[in-house]
């Protein structure tokens, strides 16, 4: 804790506090553990009797080569990390005997007496876990299953600001995309807002000190009918007299099929939704396109410390095939998922965006901090 309260900026500081490193501490844990009992579902740990590339495990355990590689490669490299896993040589693994049978649920119970409105994130990671074989095996998608109707109710509580764990992404966003915003006449987009929590974070941020009243327009965007019909309802209801639109819009199609006009807007805003552009590229030329002359894009978003190392954060959304699997370039999109410090400079960069700013700044906190993971990232119309 007092090593990332001496890297953090001050407006920041009181966002981690003790309470919430260890709550973070417990759930890489956790996650960590769920990993064990997937090696063991999934048929892994019986596939590293001998050592393995990831490719090997995959055809011995059946898994479908196309769903599985990002997931299998994961899986190894965490556990290899934690020493639940001998790694052989750069690229195969082999099962320790007598690997622990390490009980999830010990830790989720730490967590409940520690701090109990992070256990959403804990139902959604227990959820992954359970689909993780028949996704794997290619019986069902992971979009299929993670998001099927009886699951809403667990992503509604994950997808909240009452949720710590969540919810300090939409925290760090709003101070960055408060500090973007010009002083009145904002037209604002939102792009992914999912059920509202981010929209709800960045206007109650802004209602202290007025700002509320100078918005032009906050243009709210997503692209799950159910979700956009509920962050509706919510937002109305909680900020009424504010200038609030609502429409559906994929990052991954002309803006002006939602009605997005060149030019249009001073801020794009973004919390956990870019990474999973299909084509990040393309992507940024459309919220380029959509920006006036010196707009700002923000984006809240994990982002990785180091380029060879997996993020627990990875082990719910690697079943899902907009996150593994978009268009890659090399130099600044290598992987789906999470792009590192410099990996975002480079693709802001490359795709018509200056003055590039990280909120903290991740590179100069990784080495003291390895697991800080949450930064906002802010930019400007090149």
């Known amino acids: 804790q007092q ?4 890297a953090l900026p001050a407006e920041l500081i009181g966002l981690f506090d ?3 490193v260890r709550s973070c501490e417990l759930v890489e844990e956790y996650v960590h553990r769920l990993a064990v009992a997937v090696f063991r579902s999934t048929g892994l740990e019986q596939a590293c009797t001998e050592a393995a590339t990831v490719s090997e495990a995959m055809s011995r355990a059946g898994l479908a080569p196309a769903i599985a590689q990002v997931p299998t490669a994961w899986i190894l490299r965490t556990l290899a990390s934690r020493g639940w896993v001998e790694q052989v040589d750069a690229s195969r693994y082999r099962c320790l005997r ?8 010990e830790i989720a119970a730490a967590q409940a007496a520690h701090d109990p409105r992070c256990l959403p994130t804990y139902r959604i990671a227990a959820l992954a876990a359970e689909q993780y074989p028949a996704v794997l095996r290619g019986t069902i998608t992971g979009e299929d299953t993670l998001f099927a109707p009886d699951h809403i109710g667990a992503w509604l509580d994950y997808f909240s600001n009452d949720n710590p764990t969540y919810a300090i992404a939409n925290a760090v966003g709003a101070i960055a995309a408060g500090h973007a915003l010009p002083p009145d006449g904002a037209t604002v987009l939102e792009i992914g807002g999912g059920l509202g929590s981010g929209a709800e974070a960045l206007l109650e941020r802004l209602q202290p000190v007025g700002v509320g009243g100078t918005l032009a327009e906050y243009r709210f965007t997503e692209i799950v009918p159910a979700f956009l019909r509920r962050a509706r309802k919510t937002l109305a209801t909680r900020f009424p007299g504010y200038p609030l639109s609502f429409a559906w819009l994929d990052i991954n199609e002309p803006f002006a099929r939602s009605g997005i006009a ?5 801020l794009v805003y973004g919390v956990n939704v870019l990474h999973v552009a299909a084509d990040l590229a393309a992507t940024l030329a459309e919220i380029r396109q959509s920006l006036a002359e010196d707009g700002a894009l923000v984006l809240a978003e994990c982002v990785r410390p180091f380029a060879d190392r997996p993020l627990h954060t990875e082990f719910v959304f690697n079943l899902l095939e907009s996150f593994r699997a978009p268009r890659l370039v090399p130099g600044w999109r290598p992987n789906g998922g999470f792009l590192t410090p410099e990996q975002w400079t480079a693709a802001l960069e490359s795709n018509g ?3 590039v700013e990280i ?5 100069a906190l990784r080495d003291a901090c390895p697991s800080f993971l949450v930064a906002a990232i802010t930019a400007r119309r090149a």
């Open 18 to 20: 003790d309470t919430f």
């Open 3 to 6: 090593r990332i309260v001496a």
């Open 353 to 355: 965006f200056r003055n």
């Open 359 to 363: 909120l903290p700044d991740i590179a």
């Open 98 to 105: 007598g690997l622990s049978a390490l009980d999830p649920e």
């Open 262 to 266: 060149p030019g249009s807007c001073c």
